[in-house]
């Protein structure tokens, strides 16, 4: 959240997080579907789909196959905020689910 914007980063690129007159979630989700190589960023609150990312395409018998090509590991950083605005307070996991 940056400036009100919830972004997502990668390799020093981001992409904006959040559908046009919607204002920054109070409760973020995140669903990964692994096998497929999905990855979601949602509302926890409203359900509201934010993103999605789906992993490089390959063909695999004459059809396109997403999938992840490493590991991944979740990351969380906090950028300074403009003078007049306050440092977030905290951040909490909660409800982790495998499926």
């Known amino acids: 959240l940056?400036?009100?914007n919830l972004r997502a980063?990668?390799?020093?690129?981001?992409?904006?997080?959040?559908?046009?007159?919607?204002?920054?979630?109070?409760?973020?989700?995140?669903?990964v579907n692994y096998d497929k190589g999905q990855l979601l960023f949602y509302d926890a609150n409203t359900m509201a789909?934010?993103?999605?990312f789906s992993a490089a395409m390959t063909p695999v018998f004459d059809r396109a196959?997403?999938?992840?090509?490493?590991?991944?590991?979740?990351?969380?950083?906090?950028?300074?905020?403009?003078e007049t605005q306050e440092w977030?307070?905290?951040l909490e996991f909660c409800h982790f689910h495998s499926v």
């Open 9 to 31: 980063w990668h390799n020093d690129r981001h992409v904006d997080c959040r559908g046009a007159g919607q204002s920054p979630p109070r409760s973020l989700g995140v669903w």
């Open 88 to 90: 977030p307070s905290h």
């Open 2 to 4: 940056k400036n009100r």
């Open 65 to 82: 196959h997403h999938q992840f090509t490493e590991p991944l590991y979740p990351a969380i950083r906090f950028l300074k905020p403009a």
């Open 49 to 52: 789909v934010l993103q999605r």
